[in-house]
């Protein structure tokens, strides 16, 4: 377990750290990414819109092609009108998991940008890659 501390340093979050597993590697790799796993299970606790606004501002600084940042976050916690609408899109094995998380958020992208000293905008092929860098 790794004590994660919030804004406030007397709070705490507690996350599990991934178990070494026996998965073995083609190719020399890091055991942080052979032993990563997907998480689908959650507690009840709730997350503040303070919480989340701090994850969105560390990925702000996430690089992009040409700082263009291209991403936007829609995203509803647990207990909003706004959860069930974010819930129905996903299959049902997900929708399974998914709705015992303190927030849904989704992840988009622009697919143009407008470069600096240009002024039409332009097809960016890393807007999905520079998305997922955030």
Avoid: C
């Avoid at 919030?6 to 709070?11: F, K, P």
């Avoid at 976050?73 to 899109?89: I, N, S, W």
């Avoid at 996903?90 to 988009?108: H, K």
Wanted: charged residues 25%; hydrophobic residues 40%; proline residues 5%.
């Amino acid at each position: 377990m790794l004590n994660v501390p919030r804004r406030n340093e007397r709070d705490t979050v507690t996350v599990q750290t991934s178990q070494r597993t026996n998965r073995v590697a083609d190719h020399p790799a890091e055991r942080i990414f052979v032993d990563r796993w997907s998480p689908r299970g959650f507690s009840q606790e709730q997350i503040t819109e303070g919480e989340l606004r701090t994850l969105f501002e560390a990925a702000r600084w996430a690089p992009s092609a040409y700082n263009s940042q291209p991403w936007r976050f829609l995203y509803a916690l647990r207990g909003e009108a706004d959860f069930d609408t974010f819930l129905a899109p996903l299959i049902e094995f997900n929708r399974g998991w998914a709705q015992r998380a303190a927030a849904l958020i989704y992840l988009l992208s622009r697919k143009e940008f407008t470069p600096l000293g240009k002024t039409e905008a332009q097809f960016s092929r890393t807007h999905s890659f520079d998305a997922g860098a955030a």
